[in-house]
């Protein structure tokens, strides 16, 4: 069947001038429509790898990258990043920081400048909008990021590890945030990390990736979509069940 | 307000005027046991000269019509060499940025460039280029330029990869990375080149005014030595003293303006 999103036995070498390192080998996964998968790996996987894969910004050494049964490639609007911190530009106000996007589409039409704009109000960000970057704080900051991505309308979007440079408490509460934010505007996402809870937390499918060169060692489905929010899934009695299921299979990961 | 916060401003106040005081003393002290100095006749006031003869002079070529034609020549090539320099060097940055196979094409060049004592060039610029204002423009834009364009180009190259990879992803092309991400992020080594730059170009000029020139305040000053005058070397030199220091002034208060606004 065709899905929305696939990897088809994907490779990838980078090369430098000391020698060529695989980072990724033999990657075949995909992602259903609306669906929100988590990538799991230990450091220095390939998880960031398969994200610039998917984007379009890395080409695959071998293999295919399919959107919609069509190169990814050559489809680059179709997504939205999400990066570990949230990059927006110290000399830009919120609302230039979420138009940035659109000012390089060249697409600031009346229409995406209101949906801007009613993203702005729905996520509580509207009396910021003329504030600076340094005036809010770090979980406000990874909210506004999020917004600069969906002002685009991306069909898919791939975050990574979009969290792991906020504190614990701040962490969970943007984490509840994002989860919200995603499934609402009903988003496909891609999820990459290293954090087994937060995985569990937010995802539908979590993927568990080999050391480097990384590939697909584990699938597993969870089902916590009925609990909530990402901190209620944590509260679960289920959650402990996937979390030592997973655990036990990235500890073998090391051996 | 407090109480307490009225007082730490007034102590606030206090330092900050307790400063200004000393800095101004320090220049009364100074002029005053010169000028003491040279009464008493302790020093010989035909090699030091004295704050008395230093406002004759200053007098004397104003009445003369020479002093702002001596001050407007300098201060002129001394603002050409700095726009020319800080802007064809940003410029040449950029271009070196755009293309890494020319910026490592020309890395040596650069290199040896920067190390050269541009001084050494000094007389064949006056060969090639003729002697007068446009010569010691280039000898400023020399000195300048190649130290412009390496911290530029450093500041461009140090530009956040994330955030790159970021404006890609949105679907940027070259130039608008360049000019949304890049050259705004590098506001803060702009202005850092800019205060280098505004101190250099006095450097620049008056090396240009030694090698050749029949105007402005390098002149006088090899003038005035030259012929043993040296209440006019030493007035020519508390003139430069107040040009460069209110050329640092603008751009500081250019500094400030765009902190302003970036926040």
């Known amino acids: 069947m065709k899905q929305f999103l696939e990897l088809d036995g994907v490779d990838l070498i980078y090369h430098s001038a000391s020698g060529e390192t695989p980072a990724l080998k033999n990657v075949s996964l995909y992602v259903k429509k609306k669906e929100f998968v988590a990538v799991l790996g230990p450091s220095g996987c390939g998880k960031t790898t398969i994200l610039s894969l998917i984007a379009g910004l890395l080409k695959p050494t071998c293999g295919r990258v399919l959107l919609n049964g069509q190169p990814a490639g050559e489809q680059k609007n179709h997504f939205g990043y999400m990066f570990q911190r949230d990059h927006l530009f110290s000399w830009r106000t919120i609302r230039q920081n979420v138009l940035l996007g659109l000012e390089v589409r060249g697409t600031k039409t009346k229409q995406n400048l209101e949906y801007a704009e009613a993203l702005l109000n729905k996520y509580e960000l509207w009396d910021f909008k003329d504030k600076y970057p340094s005036e809010l704080s770090g979980g406000m900051k990874q909210r506004v990021a999020l917004i600069r991505t969906l002002v685009l309308q991306p069909g898919i979007l791939l975050l990574d590890e979009p969290f792991s440079a906020l504190d614990y408490q701040t962490r969970q509460n943007v984490c509840n945030d994002v989860s919200r934010i995603i499934s609402e505007e009903q988003k496909t996402a ?64 090391d051996k | 307000m407090t109480n307490e916060h009225k007082k730490f401003l007034q102590m606030v106040k206090k330092k900050n005027a307790e400063v200004r005081l000393a800095q101004i003393g320090i220049l009364v002290a100074f002029v005053g046991i010169w000028e003491l100095a040279a009464r008493t006749e302790l020093i010989d006031t035909f090699i030091t000269s004295s704050p008395t003869r230093i406002v004759n002079t200053i007098v004397m070529l104003f009445e003369s019509g020479q002093l702002f034609e001596h001050m407007g020549i300098t201060l002129l090539e001394a603002c050409l060499g700095f726009v020319i320099a800080t802007m064809l060097g940003s410029i040449i940055a950029i271009v070196l940025w ?65 955030k790159i990879q970021l404006m890609k992803s949105m679907g940027a092309n070259k130039w608008q990375i360049l000019t949304k991400l890049v050259l705004p992020s590098s506001i803060p080594a702009f202005i850092s080149v800019l205060k280098i730059n505004v101190g250099m170009s006095w450097v620049g000029v008056i090396i240009g005014e030694y090698l050749v020139s029949r105007a402005g305040l390098g002149y006088l000053i090899v003038y005035g030595s030259a012929v043993f005058k040296l209440d006019l070397v030493m007035t020519s030199t508390i003139l430069l003293c107040i040009l460069a220091g209110g050329m640092y002034l603008l751009v500081a208060w250019f500094e400030a303006w765009v902190k302003k606004r970036r926040k």
């Open chain 1, 190 to 253: 891609v999820l990459v990390t290293h954090d087994l809870a937060e995985a569990i937390s937010m995802a539908d499918r979590v993927i568990v990736l080999t050391a480097r060169p990384g590939t697909v060692k584990a699938e597993f489905k969870i089902e916590l979509s009925g609990e909530g929010s990402p901190f209620m899934r944590r509260r679960s009695p289920k959650f402990n069940g996937y979390f030592e299921a997973i655990w036990k299979e990235l500890e073998t990961n």
């Open chain 2, 98 to 162: 755009w293309s890494q196979t020319l910026r490592r094409i020309l890395d040596p060049y650069v290199v040896v460039l920067n190390s050269l004592p541009k001084i050494a060039l000094g007389p064949l610029i006056i060969i090639w280029i003729g002697a007068g204002l446009q010569s010691i423009v280039m000898i400023c834009v020399l000195i300048l330029i190649i130290i412009t364009v390496i911290s530029m180009l450093n500041a461009f190259l140090e530009c956040d990869r994330d």
